[in-house]
């Protein structure tokens, strides 16, 4: 006993789970990340992070660690220029934005070890784990 009636047809079934601007296309190639997706695997004395930030200069990128967590932060920036006849521009296009990503590791980094390497939009870090110092402690037996 449903009293209400359900509108649409056919065609508004078909679309229904579709994202609203799912056949929108941006002005502009490429768009922005919306999180930096990151692979990390534990070495015997490192961690090995491999982090896709795709459009953004080395410059942009920042990465810090403290203690155990390491952050990402890069600064996203696009632009797109057409211009016509005479100079005079018709249509200027930018895209500016952040995206970052903090993870905890397992154990302590070596800050002073690390290593960072950006290369076709692939970061890549090694980061050696940082070694505790082992001191023998002696008790006295009373």
Do not use: C, W
Not at 43 to 65: L, N, T, W
Not at 93 to 111: F, H, I, K, M, N
């Amino acid at each position: 006993m449903n009293a209400l009636t359900r509108r649409g047809g056919l065609f508004d079934e078909l679309f229904r789970d579709f994202a609203p601007g799912y056949f929108i296309q941006p002005l502009h190639g490429d768009p922005l990340p919306a999180q930096i997706k990151m692979d990390v695997q534990e070495r015997d004395g490192s961690f090995e992070v491999q982090a896709e930030i795709p459009g953004v200069s080395k410059e942009d990128i920042r990465v810090e660690i403290d203690g155990s967590m390491l952050s990402l932060q890069a600064e996203v920036r696009q632009e797109d220029r057409q211009e016509g006849g005479e100079g005079r521009p018709l249509r200027n296009e930018r895209y500016y934005g952040a995206v970052s990503r903090t993870v905890q590791l397992p154990a302590e980094v070596d800050e002073a070890q690390a290593k960072a390497r950006y290369e076709n939009g692939v970061l890549r870090l090694t980061l050696p784990k940082k070694q505790e110092a082992k001191s023998q402690r002696r008790v006295t037996v009373e």
